[in-house]
């Protein structure tokens, strides 16, 4: 009975929970420890496999048996490089022969735009510069376009001042032929001769 009402100490059942707790952590960080290396294994499974090795090994064989023979054919190279390809057809089967045609006025075109494409790319940077000089642009020539809407009424009206007045001209003249033909000039005064007289015997 004293055995079975006997408590056990409030400090040695925390320090065996703490204990638990720290294997249980260190248990957990075993497992993160190996999933990091199961990951990395499978990672790298393509690089470290035998299979996968060997082909790389082929792929680099291979490329080296082609760099060998590019060196040993260094001078005629060479010299086909130097040579102009110029004068020289080449083969083209005849059921591309339509796409042919179609991609050589493709390319035409597009050389003939190269230098605007080329110009528009360097513009780019400039685009705001150029589109507040544009914006002033449209206001003088808004501006321009309302002086001559009221220049070109001025000379409307003018034109119409014009016409009245060749429609009057007419009628003026008219009037100075009645009046030299119908209105007599008077006589020359007799004192004029006796002036004349004088001046000549002076």
Known sequence: ???????????????????????NQAEINQKNLEIELLRLEKDTADIVHPSSLAQKCQTLQSMNNHLE?????????RQRLLKPMCQENLPIEAIYHRYMVHLLE??????????????TIRNIPHLDANLKKMSKALAKMDILVTETEELAENILK?????????????????????????????????????HVHTINGK
């Open 1 to 23: 009975m004293l055995n079975i009402s006997k408590k056990p100490a409030s400090c040695f059942v925390k320090f065996s929970r703490l204990q638990q707790i720290t294997d």
């Open 69 to 77: 023979a590019v060196l040993k054919e260094k001078r005629s190279l």
């Open 106 to 119: 493709l390319a035409v075109t597009f050389i003939e735009k190269l230098e605007m494409h080329i110009e």
């Open 158 to 194: 003018w034109r119409e001042q014009q016409k009245e007045v060749s429609s009057c001209i007419p009628k003026i003249l008219a009037e100075e032929n009645y009046l030299h033909k119908h209105i007599i000039t008077p006589p020359v005064p007799c004192t004029s001769k006796v």
